[in-house]
């Protein structure tokens, strides 16, 4: 069973038109579900597909990035197996471990550290808040990222596989996670709150997530994870809020009146902060 594990996403990365049929057909599921089970009633500037619009805009530009980093990736991956550099090989992991230290540093360094100093230094603020001035965050949220912010993190990835010594195939899996959290986290779904309460102690929820997206902090400043809770508890930036209670965008930085203005929000990391 692992060996097939193993063979199928060691070489998904040579396979981006079927990467982008995961994104694209979990992102329609997605839609189908929020639309039948809607988790708060969402007020679009026009409709929700003239908001998807602007989002897909952002999520290209993401997809078209990363997939550069992607040669990164399979060169530093392929690096780290050839000296026996990283985590995985210091410890002789088995294919198991490995997939699980993987997925750990890959997620602590790519997702939550990155995010942390996304939040703390204005200049790299300036870059993610365009991912925070969405006043309807629905599945179409989850990669309205700079361009900037996408290289930034990008970055805290290729680091993530330094130390960690990932293999491919532990990358492919853990961005296959990902891509599903990212989606289930910032769609517009209700699950039932024993569940989702369940599933936040390890993984990160929707209920948890959508705090992360509250107007004010310090609940904006907290939830940072992207697959797993577990970094938010272990650091004290687990935070609860009742979801009647969310409503998205921001108290400050941007005018939430803007925040389908797509030259407007290409523009903000290069101007200064107000507020």
Do not use: C
């Amino acid at each position: 069973m692992w060996q097939s594990v193993v063979e199928y996403f060691d070489t998904l990365e040579q396979r981006p038109l079927e990467r982008l049929a995961f994104i694209v057909g979990s992102l329609l599921i997605l839609w189908i579900i929020e639309g039948a089970i809607p988790l708060l009633p969402l007020k679009y500037k026009k409709n929700k597909t003239r908001h998807a619009a602007v989002n897909f805009v952002f999520t290209l530009l993401h997809i078209i990035i990363h997939t550069g980093f992607g040669v990164l990736i399979v060169l530093i991956s392929d690096w780290a197996a050839e000296e026996r550099f990283g985590l995985v090989y210091w410890l002789n992991a088995s294919v198991v471990a490995t997939i699980i230290i993987s997925a750990l540093l890959l997620d602590f360094f790519g997702a939550w550290l990155s995010h942390v100093i996304e939040h703390k230094i204005p200049l790299f603020w300036r870059m993610h808040i365009i991912h925070h001035t969405d006043n309807n965050v629905d599945v179409t949220s989850g990669l309205r990222h700079h361009p900037l912010e996408s290289v930034w993190r990008g970055l805290f990835f290729l680091i993530a596989i330094v130390i960690s010594g990932a293999p491919m195939y532990g990358v492919m899996i853990y961005q296959t996670l990902l891509t599903v959290f990212t989606g289930v986290t910032h769609a517009n779904i209700s699950l039932p709150r024993p569940i989702d309460k369940i599933m936040s102690y390890v993984l990160v929820s929707p209920n948890m997530h959508k705090v992360h997206h509250h107007w004010k902090q310090p609940y904006t400043d907290s939830n940072y994870g992207g697959v797993f809770s577990i970094w938010d508890r272990i650091f004290g930036t687990f935070k609860t809020l009742d979801p009647k209670e969310i409503r998205y965008g921001l108290d400050r930085y941007y005018p939430n009146e803007k925040d389908e203005d797509l030259v407007a929000l290409l523009k903000k990391p290069f101007q200064k902060l107000n507020g």
